[in-house]
């Protein structure tokens, strides 16, 4: 069977064991997405939470640095040398 959460990156990736402590609700909510199919087994659903959130954690990095970049000076880049290059656009 094929799960959902099976990507064709995963094949052949090497893999460590870790032992991980869940509290009991967290436990349940995992084997009842294992049960209902969405996981083939605790470890796949685990996995893909924490592939997840790190996914996250680094897509917020990223918004972090982009929001220290100064507009004004970011669209003067962006038009720089655009003045020249209008100058010879035909008009339409």
């Given amino acids: 069977m094929k799960y959902p959460h099976t990507t064709e990156m995963e ?3 090497g893999r460590s064991k870790v032992a991980v402590s ?16 969405v ?19 680094e897509r917020g990095r990223l918004a972090r640095e982009c929001a220290k970049l100064d507009p ?8 720089e040398g655009m003045s020249e290059e209008l100058a010879a656009w035909p008009v339409y």
């Fill in 39 to 57: 996981f083939p087994s605790r470890s796949r659903a685990i996995e893909e939470a924490l592939r997840e959130k790190l996914d996250r954690l």
């Fill in 72 to 79: 004004a000076v970011e669209q003067a880049l962006a038009e």
């Fill in 22 to 37: 869940l509290d009991e609700r967290a436990l349940a909510r995992v084997d009842r997405l294992v049960r209902e199919g």
């Fill in 11 to 13: 094949v052949g990736m």
